[in-house]
């Protein structure tokens, strides 16, 4: 790709439309990628596929498994090792039923004296048995209960691994009930996986559920929530709108003697700038500050993001100042942020000043910079422009949102530049911006709204 069109730099020619002052120091110019896909942000070059290992065992038949056991004995010098008969037994469990890994192991056993199953060796068999077709925790129970009767007992490390096979096989109200077993009889979980299963039930069952959950694992096994805890707590809550409660849980916090870091924050303010509440996201950034806590690139990208959304630009373009006196470079968020704001108000060219800008600093414009700046073009009516920045963004193979390919259609049907909307139907549809349907449902809509617009003498 080239640098920025010439006729974009006419935008830059009003110095009241953007100060270089936003940031005082100076860097080379920074052009667009070229067209070498590699190049591009968001992409990647193509990783070779790695080969899987080939399984020994063909068939999950337990006497076939038995006589290749038995060969490989024959055959061959076996290491007293433990893990070479673990991975013996792995790859037999892979494709075996629970019961049958159970009499393949006893049969290693004795046929091979010198074999001790270690922990490693019943964990292989949790795995399996927390994937079992049985909806009940019998299989579970029959392993453990074995592991026991080996002199194997269940730590937290097996407790771990209980909970996330369970987990990975959508059995989240099983694990819970397994945890509450496994604390009462052999271990409490660590706080990783008490978070994991926090983190678990945060995404599918409701707030109550998961506060039982807690409120019971405190008193009865005395296992805490952490600052982790209330984090992943503050995040759901924020994600479901629910502010109101995410502020509880700071009180909470405070209350237990937990002293909020960056990432809580941030996930607090992120909430209130996802429903356009760019004033209490302030008031939350102020109330860090007091308690002492320094804000990071994510926390000034969340609030120039709120900031700009709730149309409160020039605040945005004052912490961007901010910012970068505390260290903190602005990166393509940060920019895409405050050309989306920019947009917003109608001050397009101020956001195409913005663009160079954010180039000679040495950030990378990524697709949503240009299909930010695309939406925004066609809804100021600056046609030529728009169709210039959508010629740099084909160029680079860069892909075009929904939103910014409805708007540019329908900018393109309305001037009767029908050709050109179906050419850009045609890229959206090879570049895979968008599925065949919805790339055509938009069109075949926006045409039928331009011809009876038209019959109508409607202004379009």
Request: charged share 25%; with cysteine.
């Amino acid at each position: 790709m080239g640098k920025i069109p010439p006729s974009f730099r006419s935008a830059l020619s009003n110095p009241n439309l953007i100060r270089s002052s936003l940031i005082s120091s100076p860097s080379k110019p920074q052009y667009f990628p070229k067209k070498n896909p590699s190049n591009f942000p968001g992409k990647s070059r193509n990783k070779p596929q790695q080969q899987q290992p080939l399984s020994l065992f063909k068939s999950p038949n337990l006497q076939d498994a038995k006589n290749i056991f038995n060969t490989i004995l024959k055959t061959s010098n076996s290491p007293n090792d433990s893990r070479f008969y673990n991975s013996l037994l792995q790859s037999y469990a892979s494709i075996s039923t629970i019961n049958d890994s159970i009499a393949f192991l006893r049969h290693m056993t004795k046929t091979q004296p010198s074999f001790s199953p270690d922990k490693p060796t019943y964990h292989i068999l949790l795995t399996q048995s927390c994937k079992s077709t049985d909806s009940t925790l019998s299989p579970i129970h029959q392993t453990l209960n074995l592991m026991v009767s080996d002199g194997v007992n269940p730590d937290k490390a097996t407790v771990d691994l209980a909970v996330r096979a369970l987990c990975s096989a959508d059995r989240v109200d099983d694990a819970v009930e397994l945890i509450n077993e496994l604390s009462s009889k052999h271990c409490c979980p660590d706080t990783y996986t008490f978070n994991f299963l926090v983190k678990k039930l945060c995404k599918c069952r409701t707030l109550s559920t998961v506060y039982n959950f807690i409120d019971e694992m405190r008193s009865k096994f005395d296992v805490k929530p952490d600052l982790v805890t209330y984090t992943i707590l503050i995040d759901n809550v924020c994600n479901t709108k629910n502010l109101l409660e995410a502020m509880r849980l700071v009180e909470v916090l405070d209350e237990e003697g937990f002293k909020p870091d960056c990432f809580l924050y941030n996930t607090i303010m992120k909430g209130f700038c996802m429903l356009g509440r760019g004033t209490e996201a302030v008031e939350i950034y102020n109330r860090m500050k007091e308690k002492g806590v320094e804000p990071d690139l994510v926390t000034y990208n969340t609030l120039i993001y709120g900031l700009s959304k709730s149309g409160r630009v020039s605040e945005a373009k004052k912490l961007l100042r901010v910012m970068v006196e505390r260290g903190h470079f602005p990166d393509e968020i940060t920019y895409t942020s405050l050309m989306n704001g920019m947009c917003r108000k109608g001050e397009t060219l101020v956001a195409l000043a913005l663009l160079e800008e954010m180039e000679r600093r040495g950030c990378s414009p990524n697709s949503c910079t240009y299909n930010t700046l695309l939406h925004g073009l066609c809804k100021s009516r600056m046609f030529d422009k728009a169709m210039e920045l959508y010629g740099v963004m084909k160029s680079g193979d860069l892909k075009l949102d929904m939103a910014s390919y409805a708007t540019f259609v329908r900018t393109l049907c309305s001037i009767g530049r029908i050709a050109d909307a179906y050419e850009v139907f045609d890229y959206a549809v090879e570049s895979k911006s968008l599925t065949d349907v919805a790339a055509y449902s938009t069109l075949e809509s926006t045409l039928k709204w331009f011809k009876k617009a038209k019959e109508e003498g409607l202004k379009v």
